[in-house]
């Protein structure tokens, strides 16, 4: 449903897509996933043809985006990170708004708007100005612009950035109601837990390069099953650890970046106790002693060395 062929997207010298390459099938839930900066907007951007490449090549829904833009257009919806709505109109005149935007007036168009209305639980609020309206109102009255149409292809960019849990919660079961309906998602976030808990397959993407992409859980597997074991450590004490760690049988190295220590342990209930004491002994702060299961985000760790949410 959709097929990337290193795909390239430069803002002049910055390069915001580096070589990327990802099919997502029909009916998919696909997650793109990465910090700030990434390039999930990008990405998106060119694929609903709002940006040209600058190399390689993408179809979606069976439209090169490069040959046949407006094909592509009246088979996907976008629902932008930054909400796209009228604040002193109503939430159906919003939507009456997208619709003819999208070609459909008269009954179509009518019909289309209620039945959206009730599909993001807004019918209640259907006269009320956006301006009133929660993030939460909003995000969904946002998603619901972006069905008007009726696509095939959803491309929803952070679609629940600034809003409470509850209001999270709603919007992925509505994503995922429409994706069992057959709707075709690509849904960036830089929520770990989301894609973890929303996406079939997942791609991970860092300063415009993808780092990993598959099955989530194949993702998650090869990791492996160790903990991570990480706390604050001032670099002069490296030493002393790395002495002391010998005897702990970790998985590859003891890293150190950025003041924190990190280790792959295979005996968290033995290497534990002996971490915390011999970090009292010394004075070090255990208040950020942490202990990590296998994870995205430890995924994300290992692959970026960084965490996604700094
Ligand atoms: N219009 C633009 N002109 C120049 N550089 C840009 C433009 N848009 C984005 N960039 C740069 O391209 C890179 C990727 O940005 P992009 O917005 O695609 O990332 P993102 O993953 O969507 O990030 P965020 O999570 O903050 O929305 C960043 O380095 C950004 O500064
Ligand atoms: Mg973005």
Redesign the pocket.
Known sequence: MIEIKGLVKKYGSTVAVDNISFSVERGELFGLLGP???G???T?SVLSTLLPATEGAAVVAGCDVAKDADGVRRRIGVVP?EIALYEDLGARDNLNFWGRLYGLSGKDLQRRTEEMLEAVELGEHARQKVSSFSGGMKRRLNLAAGLMHGPEVLFL??PTVGIDAQARGKILALIRRLNEDGLTVLY?THYLEEAEQLCDRIGVIDRGKMVALGDKDDLIRQIGDEDTISFLLPPERLDELLTLSTKWDLVGDVEHRRGCARLRVRDTARVLPEIQMWLAGQQLPLDHLEVHRPNLETLYLNLTGRALRE
Do not use: L, P, S, V
């Open positions: 700030n900066g990434a999930k907007t990008t998106i990170q960019d952070e960036t």
